[in-house]
């Protein structure tokens, strides 16, 4: 690992403080996140130059690099709207305008096809950088209980019975039928879907590819399984490689959901339904990534991760059980598919909520037809057991 791929995962690190310092309700936060987004772009143009000064131009820098602005820009934005200071639309346009090009360019990618960034499109995110912390300073520079004093209305003034007149209309509207509920529902929906987006984001980040490559593995999709698990790359790197990989995507599990319950929190606490699909969204994003051509993992460390935070005491017996059955019989695999498909049962025993069952079952239906060809290879007898390489 150089120095230009380290200031990369830098800007990789930076995003969930980003997120909690801005979320923040106080304007010393907000500062504290301006300094650590101003710092993010800065190491931005500083990979960059370094690596072509110091001729450390490589094949992970180069996939890293896009990886950390786009989950930059999208945890900065997104936080934003989370505290009111940005327009729903314009969220929407540039994420997925982001993440429609960096879909393109990692299917290009994957046929061979380099599709370099222009200089429009340099001076694109530069004015992004710029626009995004002149937004972040305002909100430190907030008066106390700015919000308040806008919407507050004059004594006698005009709109001053507006409240006597609405509680009146309650009784002859349908409920959430008022212009304002629903353009509130309609925000809550946007805020909602850009949590779940995020929490795809952190999902499809390719903790084993990474590691793979920082160990010297090439591409770690061309040894083995073909996928990014751990186990993968315990076969093809060796134990402190898988380790690594393994701690990450859960890492990246948990805190997918924790970021999509943030965005998408309220005075009453997270939305549980928004939780449970982000749990969902990250097990997707790690078996389907936009970063690898929607190729990845198997989603089993991930959705650890992402279940450990919604359904913990569900999840603690179906780890043991991975466990047991992993060190009796040496089939991770087989393991994996028995633990996934204890979790929902264990989530319904315990009465949990219906979103958070939901997701269980999602999340285990993922996990077993992502092992669909393990299954055929235990039912067969030629499943390698832990520790045993199998050839490409």
Not at 40 to 62: E, F
Not at 243 to 257: E, R
Not at 266 to 279: L, R
Not at 313 to 331: D, E, G, K, M
Request: net charge positive.
């Amino acid at each position: 690992m150089n120095l230009p791929i380290g200031l990369t995962l830098t800007r990789i690190v930076a995003v969930p403080l980003l997120i909690v310092f801005l979320i923040s309700s106080s304007r010393v936060h907000a500062l504290i996140a301006a300094a650590i987004f101003i710092l993010a772009a800065i190491t931005d143009w500083a990979d960059g130059m370094l690596a072509r000064r110091r001729n450390q131009v490589t094949t992970l820098g180069t996939l890293l690099d896009p990886i950390a602005d786009k989950l930059l820009v999208a945890a900065a934005l997104v936080s934003l709207l989370a505290i009111d200071k940005i327009d729903a639309w314009i969220v929407v346009v540039i994420v997925g305008r982001e993440l429609a090009v960096t879909g393109l360019r990692a299917v290009a990618a994957s046929v061979g096809v380099i599709v370099p960034a222009s200089r429009l499109a340099k001076w694109k995110t530069v004015s992004q950088y710029i626009a995004i912390t002149m937004l972040i300073v305002e909100k430190g520079f907030d008066p106390p209980g700015f919000h308040v004093a806008a919407t507050a209305i004059p004594v006698g003034g005009a709109g001053a019975h507006d409240h006597l007149r609405r509680r009146l209309l309650l009784p002859l509207l349908q409920e959430g039928r008022l212009p304002r509920d629903r353009a509130g529902r309609r925000t809550l929906v946007v805020i909602a879907i850009l949590a779940i987006g995020a929490a795809y984001l952190i999902g499809a980040v390719p903790i084993g590819y990474l590691i793979g490559r920082a160990f010297g593995v090439a591409d770690i999709r061309r040894h083995g399984s073909g996928t990014i698990g751990a186990t993968n790359v315990l076969r093809t790197a060796g134990w402190l490689p898988a380790i690594l990989t393994l701690a990450g995507d859960v890492a990246k599990g948990y805190l997918a959901v924790v970021a999509g319950a943030a965005l998408a929190s309220s005075p009453s606490g997270p939305d549980t339904g928004v939780m449970a699909a982000s749990a969902v969204a990250a097990v997707i994003g790690n078996c389907w990534s936009i970063f690898l051509g929607f190729r990845g993992g198997k989603g089993v460390a991930t959705g650890l991760g992402a279940l450990l935070k919604i359904v913990p005491l569900a999840v603690l017996p179906a780890a043991l059980v991975w466990l047991l059955v992993t060190i009796s019989f040496r089939y991770v695999s087989l393991g994996s598919v028995l633990a996934a498909s204890c979790v929902p049962l264990g989530a319904l025993l315990l009465g949990m909520p219906a979103p958070f069952v939901i997701a269980t079952f999602a999340v285990g239906a993922i996990i077993v037809g992502r092992h669909h060809a393990n299954i055929s290879r235990l039912l067969a007898g030629h499943e390698p057991k832990l520790g045993h390489r199998r050839s490409a």
